[in-house]
T-cell receptor
Framework: GAGVSQSPRYKVAKRGQDVALRCDPISGHVSLFWYQQALGQGPEFLTYFQNEAQLDKSGLPSDRFFAERPEGSVSTLKIQRTQQEDSAVYLC??????????????FGPGTRLTVL | AQRVTQPEKLLSVFKGAPVELKCNYSYSGSPELFWYVQYSRQRLQLLLRHISRESIKGFTADLNKGETSFHLKKPFAQEEDSAMYYCALDIDGNKLVFGAGTILRVKS
């Protein structure tokens, strides 16, 4: 079956531009996660959704970052007024389990964002 | 604070040699730990989790709460094991805290 998909796979933005990154989780997966992975680092948590509810956004680095999952399936991560330090790979993951239950997260291929 | 430390950026071994990828964690709660692997040009995927106590592709990992460690081991490395390995700590089922990763290179 289809895994987690993300689009675009690569995005180049000029400093100050707004970008939107899309994640299509595995069908039926309740939980959805966004991570940011800087070069040479491990993924860092950004935010977590259970269905359409954003239950944890403690990892969002600034108010320029905004995520939504309005119908409990597809999610969009939006970054306003991009800056060079936003350059990273943005990973989306989904899980069939609700929060509080430890289980495997299924990762997408990531979107590589480069801000010039 | 919740933290995962992987002290080695790169581990290079010969085929057939034993492998140990180190992972230490800091967490005040009951730890749930995972190893994720990323092969070349592939996405991040689960290798194993400590609660299942299973061996996957010959790899095992034992949680040592006294030493706050979850080292990944394999007795005989194979070339196809070459990849990036991440140790991860699950926080309440709501997020993963990852280490910086260790590149494993298995030389023939």
């Amino acid at each position: 079956g289809a895994g987690v998909s993300q689009s675009p796979r690569y995005k180049v933005a000029k400093r100050g531009q707004d970008v939107a990154l899309r994640c299509d989780p595995i069908s039926g997966h309740v939980s959805l996660f966004w991570y940011q992975q800087a070069l040479g680092q491990g993924p860092e948590f950004l935010t977590y959704f259970q269905n359409e509810a954003q239950l944890d956004k403690s990892g969002l680095p600034s108010d320029r970052f905004f995520a939504e999952r309005p119908e409990g399936s597809v999610s969009t991560l939006k970054i306003q007024r991009t800056q060079q330090e936003d350059s990273a790979v943005y990973l989306c993951a989904s899980s069939p389990l609700a929060g509080g239950v430890h289980g495997e997260q299924f990762f997408g291929p990531g979107t590589r964002l480069t801000v010039l | 604070a919740q933290r995962v430390t992987q002290p080695e950026k790169l581990l290079s071994v010969f085929k057939g040699a034993p492998v140990e990828l180190k992972c230490n964690y800091s967490y005040s709660g009951s730890p749930e730990l995972f190893w994720y692997v990323q092969y070349s040009r592939q996405r991040l995927q689960l290798l194993l989790r400590h609660i299942s106590r299973e061996s996957i592709k010959g790899f095992t990992a034992d949680l040592n709460k006294g030493e706050t460690s979850f080292h990944l081991k394999k007795p005989f490395a194979q070339e196809e094991d070459s990849a990036m390995y991440y140790c991860a700590l699950d926080i309440d089922g709501n997020k993963l805290v990852f280490g910086a990763g260790t590149i494993l290179r298995v030389k023939s």
